[in-house]
């Protein structure tokens, strides 16, 4: 069985979401933005997408995300729990049912002593808190889309 793309994804979350009247935020660093502009190509989108927030800069992870600050100081910005406590961040600062928060390296440099293509998905939802950790190949653009897929196909397996 193949992964389904973001595009694909995108479509089914957001007549998923549409259909239980549910909704989703995304706390991005590596993507940039990415999560939602993939989900806004998805007509209708607007009826389930609340915001997100682009946290690139270190101390945006704290201010706008809600990231403890001593979790940033003692583990860096590219941990797992930066990734739960930016997706809880999307979903309250947005007030959505579902925040989605996304850390990692894109390349072409290590960042905190992690590896490009490192990359850490948090899912926060009604009685859900989920944590992924990937390793993608590929350069840049490569592990950025390929996060994008992943925190979409992380959503949908607790929609599915």
Known sequence: MSVPDADDQ???LVAELTRRRQTVAAAESLT???VCATLTRVPGSSAVL???????????KHTLGGVDE?????YGAVHPEVAAQLAQGARRRCTADWGLGLTGVAG?????????????????GPETRAVRTLNLAGGR????????????????????
């Open 10 to 12: 995108a479509a089914w």
């Open 32 to 34: 940039a933005g990415l």
């Open 50 to 60: 609340r915001g997100g927030l682009v946290v690139y800069a270190t101390e945006l």
């Open 70 to 74: 001593t979790l940033l100081a003692d």
């Open 108 to 124: 072409p440099d290590p960042q905190d002593g992690c590896e490009p293509g490192t990359v850490h998905i948090g899912l926060a």
């Open 141 to 160: 653009e490569e592990v950025r889309a390929g996060a994008v897929a992943a925190a979409l196909g992380l959503l949908r397996e607790h929609l599915d």
